[in-house]
């Protein structure tokens, strides 16, 4: 994905693309172990591109996987209030649907 502005939930879980919620990144990571995940995110998905069988590409999309948990985009969820995941999810569907209505048609473009 480019580096356009996606709209973020007000909680700051969230962003919207292609009109689904995607998890953010863990804020309670610092900088040095956000960049290392981010740099082990990239090589895997360049391994997956590079890869010239389905063993290679199973390890790389593993990789992909750890790295994803890592940041906190995938497996379980970093905030501790109960709320649940609703990553995939269009914000018209969701808790969230309510702030999405509320955001400018240009905003919810962006996010389309």
């Not at 502005?5 to 610092?30: E, I, K, M, Q």
């Not at 290679?56 to 790295?67: L, P």
């Not at 018209?92 to 473009?109: P, V």
Request: aromatic residues 8%.
């Amino acid at each position: 994905m480019s580096r356009a502005r996606y709209p973020h939930t007000p909680d700051g879980r969230y962003f919207v693309a292609r009109n689904r919620l995607w998890r953010c990144t863990d804020p309670s990571l610092d900088e040095a172990q956000r960049q290392a995940w981010v740099s082990a995110l990239m090589a895997a998905r360049r391994a997956i591109r590079d890869a010239r069988d389905d063993v290679s590409v199973r390890a790389a999309r593993q990789q992909v996987q750890k790295a994803k948990e890592a940041l906190g985009e995938r497996g379980p969820v970093w905030w501790d209030d109960g709320a649940a995941d609703e990553t995939r999810r269009s914000p018209a569907n969701s808790s969230y649907a309510d702030w999405w209505a509320s955001l400018s048609a240009e905003e919810r473009r962006a996010g389309g």
